[in-house]
Each structure stands twice: as C-alpha cells, then as structure tokens.
C-alpha cells in the first residue's frame, strides 16, 4: 500500500508531535542548539501545511514543557523569543491558511508580552476552521491536569457543582484541551520513546509512532511514513 491508496476515513484527524532532537540535530550538524530550534520552529510550518493538505484537522505541538524550565536560561530565553515570533511571522500565514490557532499550557507564568501575543493570535484566529494548530507552551499533562482539578474543587466549594456529577466528560472540559478531540496520533522524533508529560490523559488510546530521525530532519515523507504506519493499524478501544 502506498500513501496515495488511503482512504480518507485512515487519514488521523488529529495528530500530536513531540518535537523532539533540536540540540542532537544541531551537534551533529555544526551548529548551535539555537539554529537546531530555528530550523525546528520552520519544520512545524512544513509539516502543518502538509497535514492541511493531507486532510487532517488538528496538530498539536509539543514546544516547551514544565520541565525545560531547568535548560541554561539562555536557551530558555531562546526559545522565549522564538516563540514570539513565530507568531508574528505565523499570523497572517494562518489567516490565509484558514487555520485556527490554539495554545495550551499554563499562560501565566509566561512574559506579559508572549501572554499577549497568545491573546491576539487566538482572538484573531477563532473563526477560522479549515485547520487546527495547537502550540504546548509551559505545558506538562500532570500540571493541566492538577490545575484543572483545582477548578473542579472551588466550583464544589462554593456549590456551583455537584461532586456526583463528575464524570470523564465533565473532567476533560475542565482541561487545556476542552474543544479539541484527543489525538489519533502521536508521534515522537528522535528515537527517544517516551512521553514526557505530553497529553496523558488525551492519548489513553492514542497510536503511538517514533520516528529515528531529529525533528529539523522530519520530512513531508517521514510524515507519510507515520501516517501509513497508522493507516495499517487496527485500533482498538477495549472492545472486542
Ligand atoms: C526539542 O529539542 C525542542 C524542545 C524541547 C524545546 P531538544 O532541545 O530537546 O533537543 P535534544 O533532545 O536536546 O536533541
Ligand atoms: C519534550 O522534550 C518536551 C518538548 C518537546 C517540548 P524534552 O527533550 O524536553 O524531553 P526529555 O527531557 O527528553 O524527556
Ligand atoms: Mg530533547
């Protein structure tokens, strides 16, 4: 079977990536982690225009985790930058796009000015429906998923809900991710095979795929490859 024979219904309407190998793609390459980040921050928009083209509905990015807090602060602040302009350059590529685009995460530990960016990008984009991208900034699952408890909490507190009331449903709409469907793919470059606190709870039946390669170097072909890979899978949710 090549790519070209799929079927619409085997394409994943959501796929999440773990971008993983911006410094080891760098190292082997000469360069600075910096530049790795840089061309990885480029791949997102090759590989975002592809999956539009393809025909899936979201991608969602893992961009900084809870945990990359503790890189050298001027990698931290790297990435900080990037992440501005990235939305900057982005906007209006979305616009035209018709991509809606979604950050996740805990915003309120960010600069002023990126919370800010969020707010514009996300406001100006809300309309748009052709495509769904998501960026995971300050995101770790474990931490969304505490905070999310927190407000499930209050809300019991002060009698706006009943505890009985709590179910799957209910919990997920209190999540980062209340509008987006869970993954149907998750793939993770750079040979590592884990999930670093990447969408927990959202990927209980996800298919999962690792792809060899460092991000910089996840082609438009090495996407195919995962998505055929994907296409060949029986999944399954527990039933028979
Ligand atoms: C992924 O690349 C990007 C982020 C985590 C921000 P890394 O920076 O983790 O690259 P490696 O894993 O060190 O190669
Ligand atoms: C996961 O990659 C976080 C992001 C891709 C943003 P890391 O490189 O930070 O994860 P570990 O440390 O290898 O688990
Ligand atoms: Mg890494």
Redesign the pocket.
Known sequence: MTFEDLRPEQIPQHVAII???????AKANGKL?SQ??KA?ADNVETINDALTEIGAKYLTVY???TE?WKRAEDEVSY?MSLMKRYLIRNKKDAIARRTRIRVIGDKTRLDPELQELIREVEADTAHLDRFNLTFAINYGGRDEIVRAVRRVALEAKEGRLDPDMIDEALFASYLDTADLPDPDLLIRT?G?ERISNFLPWQIAYSELYFAQV??PDFTVDELKKAILSYAGRERRFGGR
């Open positions: 971008l993983d190998g911006n410094g080891r793609w982690r790795g980040h990885g961009a900084f985790s990359n990435l750079s590592e460092y991000w």
